[in-house]
Nanobody, 115 residues
Framework: QVQLVESGGGLVQAGGSLRLSCAASGSIFSINAMGWYRQAPGKRRELVAAITSGGSTNYADSVKGRFTISRDNAKNTVYLQMNSLKPEDTAVYYC?????????WGQGTQVTVSS
């Protein structure tokens, strides 16, 4: 079992920045990748960014050049630095961890970007 605890969401004006954190605990040795999804009201959950255990990253086209995902292996924590935020980035952001055959999810953190 893997437990994920997110932090760092909030309200910010357009053009501002936020940093999300996701701390993993439990059986973390089997995690292949971690990342962030988001879900806006009335929309499907979409992948925002992911990072593998080897450090390879993947981003949604809509956030490339604005968001950066990173990980601190010593702290078992993944970060999402979000810059130049837009109102369309408003959503609940969910951290996830992937291991063979299973996905784990955090509780979600609200990000609201005002225009």
């Amino acid at each position: 079992q893997v437990q994920l605890v997110e932090s760092g969401g909030g309200l910010v004006q357009a053009g501002g920045s936020l940093r999300l954190s996701c701390a993993a605990s439990g059986s973390i040795f089997s995690i292949n990748a971690m990342g962030w999804y988001r879900q806006a009201p009335g929309k499907r959950r979409e992948l925002v960014a992911a990072i593998t255990s080897g450090g390879s990253t993947n981003y949604a086209d809509s956030v490339k050049g604005r968001f950066t995902i990173s990980r601190d292996n010593a702290k078992n924590t993944v970060y999402l630095q979000m810059n130049s935020l837009k109102p369309e980035d408003t959503a609940v952001y969910y951290c996830y961890a992937d291991e063979p055959g299973t996905d784990y999810w955090g509780q979600g953190t609200q990000v609201t970007v005002s225009s």
